[in-house]
């Protein structure tokens, strides 16, 4: 089976292996970089799109470092992907400690597959929290990168809160309840895609029966994630931040960025995916598609389009200034904590940006207070359930 000893290679011994797969062949090289609790095959409509096959290579012996190409050969047309599982999840090495799970961790396991591969540079794509890992390699290795794809990204932190509705609550609830395949099955479809898209009838089946089938029988397959696992990738989101240095770095490396997001996406909200494209001006291009989470299997025709026309940019070298484009704020977005050295290059308003900044603030103690408040209410009531005295029927002797 296809292994990259990561650990190994950054000289911490032999403990991670991280499990990939590679598609198609062809001096481009592209790493896909998947999101939290997905495994490789999550990528299979963007495997298919960019190399025409869903039929893994052959196991292969580990190419020498240094080797590869740059993915910039006029002479070799073809595509060559990589995908593989995230630690923790899949085929991958289980850490059980949460300090073993950081976007800055991952994007080193990623950085020694590259190394483990033999590629000089590639195309990584990342999606959800593989683009918070995506963005950490382009900043920790910018110079292995061709370009940056950021599939339904969020910066981390609280803006990995979903919208908070009545139905992100039941979400939320049921999927922490879920113990089989098939109750985790019937979470991830409305947490992935939107109503329309799973009401449409393909043929004589609706294409939320069909997807349910195939998400039982892939969940099935590589078994549930383990809970040290998922709670260790969530402690990766959850402490995710670029600093602006990294940014600064990634805006500073000449590569082309894509920040393609879901319009109806209600995990990473569309407003923080713009306000990070706004913020790796100018080498960035924002692309709104429909659908939601899973906007790469909703739209893979769409996604499939921008990724290939990222790399044919790239490839023609054609300048950031030429490709970058971000759309005008609509009215009803609010971005929230604007680094005030680009708010003021961008628009010169010390005042507005003090604003967003307080009302930043004023947002995410309100949702401190309130989930303390949630917690405080769950263990009263506990309390008082364990407390309240116990009804006895009367002996009839």
Not at 124 to 131: P, R, Y
Not at 236 to 255: V, Y
Not at 327 to 339: A, D, F, M, N
Request: with cysteine; proline share 4%.
């Amino acid at each position: 089976m296809p292994f990259c000893e990561a650990s190994k290679s950054r000289g911490e011994g032999n403990g991670m292996r991280i499990f990939y797969r590679k598609y198609g062949h062809g001096s481009t090289k592209v790493l896909l970089i998947i999101g939290l609790a997905a495994t490789h095959d999550s990528w299979g409509p963007q495997i298919k799109g960019l190399t025409g096959t869903l039929e893994p290579n052959d196991e292969e012996a580990p190419a020498t470092v240094g080797g590869g190409t740059d993915g910039l050969d006029e002479e070799d047309e073809g595509i060559e992907v990589c995908c593989f599982d995230n630690r923790g999840v899949g085929r991958s090495s289980v850490p059980t400690k949460k300090s073993e799970y950081t976007t800055t961790i991952m994007a080193k396991d990623a950085l020694a597959l590259l190394d483990h591969l033999g590629w000089r540079k590639a195309h990584v794509f990342g999606h959800s929290m593989g683009a918070m890992i995506a963005c950490k390699l382009a900043a920790i290795a910018p110079e292995r990168l061709c370009s940056l794809a950021l599939l339904n990204a969020t910066g981390g932190g609280f803006e990995c809160f979903p919208k908070i509705d009545r139905q992100m609550l039941s979400l939320a609830f049921r999927f922490l309840r879920a113990k089989t395949p098939e109750q985790r099955a019937l979470v991830d479809l409305e947490t992935h895609y939107t109503k329309e898209y799973l009401d449409e009838y393909v043929g004589s089946c609706t294409r939320r029966k069909i997807l349910y089938q195939e998400y039982v029988k892939a969940i099935s397959s590589t078994g549930m994630q383990s809970n040290c696992g998922f709670e260790g990738q969530i402690n990766a989101c959850w402490k995710h931040k670029m600093k602006l240095k990294e940014l600064d770095t990634i805006r500073a490396s000449g590569f082309l960025v894509s920040v393609i997001h879901g319009r109806d996406d209600i995990i990473a909200q569309l407003n923080h995916a713009k306000r990070l494209a706004e913020m790796l001006q100018p080498a960035a291009r924002m692309v709104e598609l429909h659908g939601g989470h899973l906007v790469s299997h909703e739209s893979p025709e769409e996604v499939n389009l921008a990724l290939i026309e990222l790399i044919k940019a790239s490839k023609s070298k054609l300048s950031p200034e030429d490709w970058s484009y971000v759309p005008e704020r609509s009215s009803g977005w609010l971005v929230l904590g604007i680094p005030m050295s680009l708010s003021l290059r961008n628009n010169g308003s010390n005042g507005l940006v003090t604003a967003y900044n307080l009302l930043g603030k004023i947002q995410l103690s309100f949702l401190y207070f309130m989930g303390v408040f949630v917690m405080g209410f769950q263990h009263m009531r506990n309390f008082i359930r364990i407390m309240k005295p116990v009804r006895v029927a009367a002996s009839d002797s």
